[in-house]
Structures are given as C-alpha cells and as structure tokens.
C-alpha cells in the first residue's frame, strides 16, 4: 500500500523554475516505476515524466524534454520533478503516480496501469 502527496506547486513567471516533490508512505516504494502527470482544464491527462525503480532509466514527453528532470532519492521515499524554463502551457495539476510493475512494461501502457496516484500540485505560469 502505497499513499503519494505531490507538493512544491505554485505561481511562477515564464522562465522560472520549480521542484516538485512526490513524498510517499509504504516501505516498498523504492521498488516502484513513478511518473508525473499533468491535466489542464482545457485538457485531458498527459503523461510528463517517468523514472524507473533505481532512476536508472527515465522518458520525458516531447513537451518537457530539455526542461524538466524527474529524479528520485529513495532513502527520501520521495521522487522529484524539476521543471525550468517554464512556458505557460506548463500550468496544470500536476500528479505523480506509482506503479508495482517494472519501467518497461509502464512505459508502454496507458496511465490506467498506475496503482496509486497523489492529490495533485497547482501549478500556474503567468506571462
């Protein structure tokens, strides 16, 4: 069993940067694939960012590449994601979302295929 509360969301200027950060409860975390979502009211959910167990292997969409990192510090029981040059298209919830399946079964399968998801982070990108 597996609880994720996402935090460090918040309002920023174009080009800023912030650090979400994906806190979460279970001794087995470590073991588990995280991504980051996002959804904006205009939009459905889109994938952002995945890691792998030991952040070994990670995959961005399109959108993000460049921009932002996902990283993870299991000791921490915590996964971030670090987001620069912020464009205002970035505004969106942001949810993290862990799976018990390994990275590579994940990263193919719909968002459907995460076992547990947090409560979401506002983030707002002002002009």
């Known amino acids: 069993q597996v609880q994720l509360v996402e935090s460090g969301g918040g309002l920023v200027q174009a080009g800023g940067s912030l650090r979400l950060s994906c806190a979460a409860s279970?001794?087995?975390?470590?073991?588990?694939?995280v991504g980051w979502f996002r959804q904006a009211p205009v939009k459905g959910r889109e994938f952002v960012a995945i890691?792998?167990?030991?952040?070994?292997?990670?995959s961005y969409a399109d959108s993000v590449k460049g921009r932002f990192t996902i990283v993870r510090d299991n000791a921490k029981n915590t996964v971030y994601l670090q987001m620069k040059d912020l464009k205002p298209e970035d505004t969106a919830v942001y949810y993290c979302a862990a799976s018990g399946r390994g990275y590579s079964i994940v990263a193919r399968s719909p968002p459907s295929i995460f076992d547990y998801w947090g409560q979401g982070t506002q983030v707002t990108v002002s002009s």
């Open positions: 890691i792998s167990w030991d952040g070994r292997t990670t």
């Open positions: 279970g001794r087995a975390f470590s073991s588990y694939t």
